[in-house]
């Protein structure tokens, strides 16, 4: 069994980036990616804003080698796949034992989309071909056959927890010797389907989103994708390159307080963050930056900030919600994050919470609110909390 699994490799591709570096810059110069919707025929275009990749299905496609008739889902899953792979730089992945765990909330929603809207018009016409991937299932499929990895393939969808929950079992499944090198994390594009959803739900913010903001009022939807290769003991020793960070604590956990909202005391958000600390043998002072799931909303700031406020006392580290910057990414969130969060270690970063003017009445803490580098980041807590109380924390650390 492998005691350590480590981070050797990250691709990310979002509003703000289309790889790893792209993103950096934009952090560095507190540059968000929202703006008008451009990519969707919706009537919510002009009423709230959206994170959206920068590139069409075409230019992402002439990335990918797969068609650009293929689902926006797949095509963000490959290009971030990819570009964490080539990062790993990892020479014999075929003698080794590769998994590819992706996750997503929307599979090819989009595709099922353009089908309906000729369908509905007259039940003879519509292109069958874009139903066809519908599940999430197929992006896993379609993007593992083309990273060439046939040992191991799962996808995870627990609402915005999906990808988080997608590295912490890759983790394990390195662990527990049933693999060797995973590639985890996850995948969503934006769709009528979930701008309308949320729409319903009432929680989109008309303006920029502001995590941790006492006028806070929603959130922006966005889309990207991001992975993480982990690699095991042995692996990591063969490699001449330095690891990123090791994945050092994990844990879901899960109050089941309602459907979406979650519960009022954050319950599920802290047993989360504690019982990751206790898996990495760490407690909370050791932690120098949270990255918060942060989405904006009323319920889940407040439910976040209650639980940070019971597991941490008085001793508050650096923390800022990187949604503020890539929008939220629902499936793919816990994945972007997992990104950023080896890149702090890396560098040193942290990164602004963007927009932030008015501390929450009940919080004693308040987010970062400009990027930093060069700080002394050796432990990083990530944050990502689902529908229906799925609630993931990730640990990483330095070597």
């Known amino acids: 069994m492998s005691t350590s699994v480590y981070v050797a490799g990250v691709g990310v591709i979002t509003a703000i980036g289309n790889n790893v570096a792209e993103n950096l810059a934009s952090f560095e110069?507190?540059?968000?990616?929202m703006a008008e919707i451009t990519l969707i025929n919706t009537k919510l275009h002009g009423v709230v804003p959206v994170a959206e990749v920068k590139m069409?299905?075409?230019?992402?496609?002439?990335?990918?080698?797969?068609?650009?008739?293929?689902?926006?889902?797949?095509?963000?899953?490959?290009?971030a796949a990819k570009e964490a792979l080539n990062d790993a730089q990892i020479g014999n992945l075929s003698d080794l034992r590769t998994g590819f765990v992706s996750a997503n909330t929307v599979g090819g929603m989009d595709k099922s989309e353009d089908f309906f809207v000729e369908f509905t018009k007259d039940n003879s016409k519509g292109k069958l071909r874009n139903v066809f991937d519908h599940e999430c299932g197929s992006m896993t499929e379609a993007v593992a056959d083309k990273l060439g990895i046939t040992d191991y393939m799962t996808?995870?969808?627990?609402?915005?927890?999906?990808?988080?929950?997608?590295?912490?079992?890759?983790?394990?499944?390195?662990?527990?010797d049933i693999l060797d090198v995973v590639v985890a994390g996850g995948t969503d594009s934006l769709t009528k389907f979930t701008l309308n959803g949320f729409n319903t739900l009432m929680i989109l913010d008309k303006e920029f989103c502001k995590p941790f903001d006492e006028n806070r009022e929603g959130?922006?939807?966005?889309?990207?994708?991001?992975?993480?290769?982990?690699?095991?003991?042995?692996?990591?020793?063969?490699?001449?390159?330095?690891?990123?960070?090791?994945?050092?604590?994990?844990?879901?956990?899960?109050?089941?307080?309602?459907?979406?909202?979650?519960?009022p005391e954050g319950t599920g958000c802290y047993l989360a963050m504690s019982r990751a600390l206790a898996k990495s043998g760490l407690v909370p002072d050791d932690i120098d930056y949270i990255n918060l799931h942060g989405t904006g909303t009323p319920n889940n700031d407040s439910a976040e900030g209650t639980a940070i406020m019971r597991l941490f006392g008085e001793n508050y580290p650096a923390m800022s919600s990187t949604k503020s910057f890539t929008g939220h990414t629902l499936g793919a969130s816990g994945g972007i994050e997992a990104v950023f969060?080896?890149?702090?270690?890396?560098?040193?970063?942290?990164?602004?919470?963007?927009?932030?003017?008015?501390?929450?009445?009940?919080?004693?803490?308040?987010?970062?609110?400009?990027?930093?580098?060069?700080?002394?980041?050796?432990?990083?807590m990530s944050n990502s909390f689902g529908f229906g109380g799925n609630c993931t924390s990730l640990i990483f650390s330095a070597i």
Do not use: W
């Not at 110069?29 to 990616?33: D, L």
């Not at 069409?56 to 095509?75: D, G, I, W």
């Open 56 to 79: 069409t299905n075409e230019e992402l496609a002439a990335l990918t080698n797969f068609s650009s008739q293929q689902s926006r889902t797949t095509l963000l899953s490959l290009i």
């Open 219 to 263: 959130l922006n939807l966005g889309e990207g994708a991001g992975y993480v290769v982990l690699v095991s003991d042995k692996v990591a020793k063969t490699l001449n390159k330095k690891m990123y960070c090791k994945l050092s604590g994990y844990n879901n956990s899960n109050d089941a307080y309602h459907q979406t909202a979650s519960s």
């Open 155 to 176: 996808t995870i969808s627990t609402a915005c927890s999906s990808s988080a929950n997608a590295i912490f079992y890759g983790a394990r499944l390195i662990k527990n």
């Open 341 to 380: 969060s080896a890149l702090a270690i890396k560098h040193g970063l942290i990164y602004p919470n963007l927009r932030f003017n008015t501390p929450m009445h009940e919080l004693p803490f308040v987010p970062a609110k400009h990027f930093l580098k060069d700080q002394p980041v050796k432990h990083v």
């Open 29 to 33: 110069r507190e540059q968000a990616g």
